[in-house]
């Protein structure tokens, strides 16, 4: 089950996954890994919702199980 989190802690997770950045780009910051981009929240002051995290790790290819083994 994912449970909310924070863009910093969201980020760190990624880097440990072997993503670089982030990068700035248009509107959104984007991390990547190879040719993948994944695009990343803009800061805020409330953490990143399930729902949310679960979008951007379907567009990074990475399963719940993965994620929540870090």
Do not use: Y
């Not at 909310?4 to 700035?24: E, N, Q």
């Not at 890994?33 to 990475?62: E, M």
């Amino acid at each position: 089950m994912l449970r909310s989190i924070s863009r910093r802690d969201l980020i760190a997770k990624f880097r440990v996954l072997g993503f670089g950045g982030p990068f700035v780009g248009g509107k959104h910051q984007f991390m990547k890994k190879g040719i993948l981009k994944v695009r990343i929240p803009n800061p805020h002051r409330s953490d990143i919702d399930a729902t949310l995290l679960k979008r951007i790790l379907r567009q990074a290819g990475i399963s719940e199980d993965e994620w929540n083994s870090l």
